[in-house]
């Protein structure tokens, strides 16, 4: 191979630099090797990364139930605790929540609440204060979901719980991915609902040409159109505008954004 010949990364010409977001599965960088005076790609390389994840024991018997509310690396409310904490059970039988907005805790089973790692993140779940939410019967999800149009803007997290929501709705999830762009669900529970996913931040992008929150809500808006501003529209907010540091106002402007036609 000569020695005019130029390694890029990915599509990118001459020296630059790329950000490449690594999720939870494999994330694959390409490396394209050029050569002649105008590029032709010669060689391609690709380069695997994956990343370990925490270790899940088999299912024992003697352990402790701890509970988890925020990571101490990331606290997001100073006023409360951070880390594993033992988990005490009420005594008394819960009741159902009366509202989806109640307060609670992760709570998981571990050998020990000192060392994350003997602990069974597989079996991890989430428990409100002092009461239950019950299952939904996928019949009921349904009734529920009628002609109406669901929009999700947020990170991986709030894209796993679109697609919770539509093998819920649907009985089977045809369609899966690391999605970090704009994506459209028509035709769901039999032509009756639809949703919609847009991921927020970009944070592969530079600062100056980064969408903001209601930039990217608008955007959202549009294709998931046309839309009523009544309860037959529900909005998802999760993850992204809190950890991109955008100010109350800049993310309650633009939810409040009018989604009417």
Request: glycine letters at 8%.
């Amino acid at each position: 191979m000569s020695s005019a010949c130029r390694a890029h990364l990915d599509q990118h010409l001459g020296p630059s630099m790329a950000v490449f977001p690594l999720a939870l599965g494999d994330s694959s960088i390409i490396i394209l090797v050029t050569g002649g005076e105008e590029p032709v790609v010669m060689a391609t390389y690709s380069v695997q990364v994956t990343r370990d994840s925490r270790p899940s024991l088999p299912m024992f018997g003697d352990h402790v139930t701890c509970s988890f509310l925020q990571d101490c690396g990331l606290v997001v409310h100073p006023g409360l605790p951070c880390g594993l904490q033992p988990f005490i059970r009420m005594l008394s039988p819960p009741l159902i929540c009366s509202s989806g907005h109640h307060p609670g805790v992760w709570v998981v089973p571990c050998l020990t609440c000192s060392d994350n790692r003997t602990c069974d993140w597989r079996e991890v779940t989430w428990q409100p204060d002092g009461c239950y939410h019950p299952q939904v019967s996928p019949p009921l999800l349904q009734a529920c979901l009628t002609d109406r149009k669901v929009l999700f803007i947020g990170d991986s997290t709030n894209r796993g719980i679109m697609y919770f929501l539509l093998e819920r709705v649907n009985s089977s999830l045809q369609v899966w991915g690391r999605s970090h762009d704009l994506q459209v669900y028509e035709y769901l529970n039999q032509d009756r609902t639809l949703v919609s996913y847009s991921y927020y931040p970009r944070f592969w992008e530079d600062k100056d040409q980064r969408p903001t929150f209601r930039q990217s809500l608008l955007q959202l808006i549009h294709r998931s159109r046309p839309l009523v501003n009544s309860k037959q529209t529900v909005l998802v907010v999760g993850g992204g505008p809190v950890a991109e540091g955008e100010s109350p106002e800049d993310r309650q402007r633009g939810a409040g954004q009018r989604v009417s036609q």
